[in-house]
């Protein structure tokens, strides 16, 4: 799941024009059972710890909605 920072705000799963205008990116990877395997920050701005906080939670509750969403574990 990719989240972008802009201006002090999270948009999960950004547009190319969001992305275009961002100030850093993250892009966290889930597995089923929810433990993260992977983690990627982009872009020249920064996150705070709450930032950090904020994008694993809601990376591991999207995973779980796409997961369901597509029927797969």
Same mark, same amino acid.
């Given at each position: ?8 705000? *999270?948009?999960? $799963?950004? &547009? ?16 089923? $059972? ?11 701005? &920064? @996150? ?7 994008? @694993? ?5 999207? &995973?779980?909605? *796409?997961?369901? @969403? @597509?029927?797969?574990?």
């Amino acid at each position: 799941m990719t989240t972008i920072k802009i201006g002090g705000n *999270l948009f999960v $799963d950004p &547009s190319l024009e969001e992305e275009n205008v961002m100030e850093t990116r993250m892009t966290v990877t889930a597995r089923d $059972d929810g433990l993260i395997c992977a983690m990627q920050k982009g872009g020249s701005g &920064s @996150l705070t710890s709450k930032d950090i906080d904020n994008i @694993l939670d809601i990376s591991a509750e999207k &995973s779980k909605e *796409l997961r369901r @969403l @597509l029927n797969i574990k």
